[in-house]
Each structure stands twice: as C-alpha cells, then as structure tokens.
C-alpha cells in the first residue's frame, strides 16, 4: 500500500504538470492541435510511472523492511556512538570519505561537520568502464551527504541526511532509484564497522590484560610460596643436632622455623599481607639465623606500631633481608648487623633493610633476580605508585628501600 501510494502520487503529480502544459500548448496553437501531442504527454506519463514502480522495486529490494520514509529521495538517520565528539567525527569523516564514486569532502574539525557530494550513478547500466553516472534530469544532479556531530558526555551524536541536489519540490517529479538510501546504509554499515573493530581490539586487550594479570598472580603466588631449600635443610640439621647439645635451643630453633613456616604459606589470589605480618615472619627467620650464626648477626628493627598495618605484598621484606644476609654478612668471617627501619611521610611508608656487610662486589650484593622479582612486583601491584631503590650503605654495605603508599 504505501509503494503504491508512493508511485500514484510521482504519477497524480506529473499528471497535473502535463495537463497544465496542455492547457498552455491548446492556448497557443489551439485545441484541435493540442490534440496531437496528448499521445505523446501520454507516453511521458506512462515512462514516469514506469519509473516510479522500478525505484520502489528496488528499495524494497534493498530495504529489509521499507517504509513510508525509505522509499523517498531524502533520508534521515540519528546514530548514537559511546566516543567522545572528535573521535565520532574522525570516524564518520572516513566513512563518508570512502564512499563510492564521492565527489567531494569538505570536512570542519571545529564545528563538527562534514559535508560531501556524491555523484549519482544508474543503478542498472554498466559498460567497459564500469558503471556510469545517470542520464537525463536525474543524471544532471549529484546525491549530498550532511553529517553534524553533537557532543555529549564522553559520547558523540550523528545526525546524518542523504538527500538529492535539489530542491525538496524535484521530490514529486523525481526518483533516485534508491541511491541516498544506498549512502545512507553504507555510511552507517562502515560506522558500525569501524566501532566493532573498535570493540574488537579493545576486548583483545582486555584479553591481553587479564591473561598479563593471570600470569602475574601465577608468579606472585609462586614467589609467595618459594622457601630457600638450603636454609631448610640447614635449619632442620642444625635442630637435629641441637637436640643432642642444646634442647632448649633447638625447641626455641622449630619455633621459629614453624612460625616462619606458617607465613610462608601460599594466600589466596593475590592477596596481599602487612607490613606487621612480614615482620612477624622476618623476625623468626632472623631468630634461626642468629642461633645458627651466634654472635656474628646483630639485629636492629625500627618500626613503628601504627606502620605495621601498612599493606604490603607478601615475601618482599624476606626477599631483601634474605639478600642482605646472603650477600652482605655471610660471606664476612665476622657477620655483622642487619637494621629494618620504617618511616612514614606525606602519605608514603619508605621501608629500608640495610647492612653493613660487604657491599656491591663483582659476584651480586644487590642486582641479582631476586631483586629484580622486587620491581616487578611493585609494578605489578602497584602500577607505578611505588618505588624502589638500592644505594651503598654508610660507611660500609648496601641499603635497599621501598617506597609504598601509605
């Protein structure tokens, strides 16, 4: 119904046009002469209906479903895109670009708009070279593409209009055969293609992302559980022999061995510990290393009680006293003194373990993997909010500091 209402009124409307121009030709030469050119009005009438019933045909054909609007020479489309104003208008002004047979662009940055002229090509003709531009009155003009984008809040808002070059009275007397219908569709099929590559690549790194923070737990979860086989063994012999000499000693030794144990076991995710449980744990392994070492190990440890609730990720604080006794003081005949200091300032906790060992030396003392492990999970935990620093101790060893927020 509404394609046959379209076509009677293209049809209603040049009937009108060729029965006034009758009237003038019957004025002029006069009735009885007018009479041989009604056959000729006639075929004209009949060629325009034609017409009329061949661009509905085609709509509809292209139209999933066609209504009163689609089958008109003029169409209006309202696109909503979750991008800010200039995105929006990068990715329309290409997609007008990249129409076929466009004639011209002209593109305005600061006021959101695009404009374009498209060139109106018969839908049923080809040759050799291709498809060609329309002939006659509906040849002689082009197809118009207005885009204007209004900005919203981090999204951008298309009004978009295909029309003919022409006024909206050609309406009556002309079709399009479809083609602005065409710009139409095929502007807003490349928008929604550009927005799903969007999409796409945004879930790839989304993808990426999690995979990243997947295996980043993975490796947090297995430097959290990672106890140095030597130091058990060593500690579980030394018990065992302590039990013969020393009972007390060595009920005091598997204390602190379970202890240390016991915060050494893997948590959930990636959960993280405080600077009071480290402590608790660092401090029972000190203790064993202090039965083993005897005098040679002097420990200092300033931190202050509001500071021990300070997040911290777990195994960190062990990984740099491990690295302070390892490379420090053990390899010193006489030992020396450990110092855990914390201290608090302008929302940060800065968390130093220094020695006065050996110091930087040729075979480690502060740039093994182990402190490398300690950037990467600051990175990793903290995303650039924390840091982390290793210099020489005064006036001998190496100081190592963390900088976490408080």
């Not at 969007?198 to 106890?227: F, N, P």
Request: hydrophobic share 45%; proline share 5%; aromatic share 8%.
């Amino acid at each position: 119904m509404k394609s046959l209402f379209f076509t009677l009124r293209i049809g209603f409307a040049w009937a009108f046009l060729l029965l006034f121009a009758m009237m003038l030709v019957a004025g002029a030469i006069g009735e009885r002469r007018a009479t041989y050119v009604a056959p000729f009005a006639l075929i004209a009438l009949a060629v325009v209906i034609v017409r009329a019933y061949s661009h509905v045909r085609r709509v509809r054909f292209l139209a999933d479903n066609p209504g009163a609007a689609t089958f008109g020479s003029r169409h209006r489309r309202r696109i909503e895109l979750p991008f800010p104003a200039a995105e929006t208008f990068d990715m329309v002004d290409a997609a007008i670009r990249e129409l076929p047979y466009v004639d011209s662009v002209e593109s305005v940055r600061d006021s959101l708009q695009v404009h374009a002229r498209v060139k109106r090509i018969d839908p049923y003709l080809s040759g050799k070279q291709g498809r060609r531009l329309a002939f006659g009155p509906a040849g002689a003009r082009r197809n118009l593409v207005h885009a204007t984008i209004a900005p919203g809040n981090g999204t951008g808002s298309l009004t978009l209009i295909c029309e003919p070059e022409g006024g909206a009275w050609v309406d009556w007397f002309h079709v399009d055969d479809g083609t602005n219908f065409e710009n139409a569709e095929a502007i807003t099929r490349a928008i929604s293609r550009r927005i799903a590559e969007r999409r796409k690549g945004e879930e790839a790194v989304a993808r990426e992302t999690a995979t990243d923070k997947e295996l980043a737990v993975a490796k947090l979860s297995l430097l959290h559980a990672q106890v140095e086989p030597h130091f058990l063994y060593n500690t579980l012999a030394s018990a065992q022999l302590l039990t013969r000499s020393d009972p007390p000693k060595a009920d005091r030794m598997l204390g602190n061995l379970i202890t240390y144990l016991r915060g050494s076991m893997p948590r959930t995710g990636n959960a993280m510990s405080t600077l009071g449980a480290e402590l608790e744990r660092v401090q029972a392994y000190l203790e064993i290393l202090r039965i083993r070492m005897g005098d040679r190990l002097d420990v200092r440890i300033e931190v202050p009680e509001p500071l021990q609730a300070t997040p911290l990720p777990s195994m960190m604080l062990q990984t740099l006293v491990e690295n302070a006794i390892k490379h420090g003081l053990e390899p010193l005949p006489g030992g020396g003194t450990i110092w855990i200091l914390a201290r608090a300032a302008q929302g940060r906790v800065s968390l130093t373990v220094a020695d006065d060992g050996r110091g930087f030396s040729e075979d480690g003392g502060g740039t093994g993997i182990g402190l490398k492990n300690v950037r990467e999970r600051l990175r990793l935990v903290y995303d650039g909010a924390a840091s982390f620093s290793i210099a020489a101790n005064f006036p001998k060893g190496v100081a190592a500091t963390i900088v976490v927020p408080a």
